[in-house]
């Protein structure tokens, strides 16, 4: 059965970023920054602003990305993104049916084959006999699923700024720490091996419910599993159902999740990201950031009165 989503939204969630390119010749970046058409959230209002009205050619990639094809200045090249979006209370994964079973490869959806081939950063072709050895035992499905995210959190060091994109699942195998995105990267690769449909996804995660003393925000990269008809959420960052995710992107792997990819002369200069739930009606997008309005980063759950969807 399809992911469905929830009847109620009864959160709100304010996200975006703030980035700036420096560019010394003639460049452009694809931008991947706006959340996707997600079946657990809903979108309340939104601003794209791509500094001094750059040239854009918007497009939705194969993996359902919604992409901007921008052409940069000389110069200085500010972009900003603010949304308020609903979201459901429900934990991940809450409503999908855990006894669902994997499908065979000659039985899954022709668009998902790709997510069970070796990809660039996620080279499952190196990790089999490294997977079946330490899961190769554990009922197939989502039962492996969770073996493997429980494996890599409690194996694999999460480092804050450890991150370097020539990283594969099999070089962060070999050097035991990485972030976020070495975190999906891995369990990705050792999924495929038992030919389960594995891809990567960014987006946002408010710490609801689950507080951060040091306080980051940054865009969150984690992965998701194909079994039964469904795609699971599964996250060894942390290993425990989280709530209010907000996805913005997916694909094989980070070449395809990537909020921004530049050609040419330009570079990253600037780079802010915020995620973090409000009251509704209380901030609009284009507002000052304003961290005193922010209900999240606590234990306490706050929740307000439903924002039902019909259809």
């Known amino acids: 059965m399809p992911n469905t989503p929830p009847r109620q939204y009864d959160m709100t969630v304010r996200v975006g970023c703030s980035l700036v390119y420096e560019a010394t010749g003639p460049s452009s970046l694809l931008l991947n920054v706006q959340p996707s058409a997600g079946w657990n959230h809903r979108v309340f209002s939104e601003s794209l602003s791509l500094g001094d009205d750059l040239p854009d050619a918007p497009f939705t990639d194969s993996h359902g ?48 084959l790709r997510y069970v081939m070796p990809s660039r ?11 079946w050895e ?3 035992h554990v009922e197939h499905g989502l039962p492996r699923a969770d073996a493997i995210s429980r494996w890599v959190h409690d194996n694999i060091e999460y480092r804050y700024c450890s991150g370097r994109p020539d990283l594969s699942a099999w070089d962060v195998l070999q050097r035991g720490y990485g972030v976020c995105r070495d975190f999906a990267h891995l369990p990705i690769a050792l999924n495929r091996t038992f030919n389960v449909p594995a891809r ?16 980051h925000m940054d865009f969150h990269a984690y992965a998701e599993v194909y079994v039964g008809g469904q795609w699971f959420t599964t996250d060894a960052r942390f290993h425990v159902p989280r709530v209010g995710r907000i996805k913005i992107g997916c694909g094989q792997d980070a070449v395809d999740g990537a909020f921004s990819t530049i050609f040419g002369g330009a570079s990253l200069t600037g780079f802010e990201v915020w995620a973090y739930q409000v009251e509704r009606g209380a901030v609009g997008v284009g507002d000052p950031i304003d961290l005193s309005r922010r209900l999240d980063n606590r234990p306490a759950v706050y929740t307000e009165a439903p924002y039902v969807v019909n259809g």
Request: hydrophobic share 35%; aromatic share 6%.
């Open 134 to 136: 330490k899961f190769g």
């Open 121 to 131: 950063y996620g080279d499952s072709d190196k990790l089999a006999d490294f997977a």
């Open 200 to 215: 990567y996804v960014t987006g946002h995660l408010p710490d609801i419910g689950f507080p951060d003393p040091g306080g």
């Open 65 to 112: 990305n919604r992409v901007h094809r921008v052409s940069l200045a000389r110069g200085t090249n500010r972009i900003r993104h603010d949304a308020v979006v609903a979201v459901s209370s429900e934990p991940d994964n809450a409503g999908l049916d855990r006894a669902a079973r994997p499908l065979a490869p000659h039985d899954l959806p022709a668009d998902l």
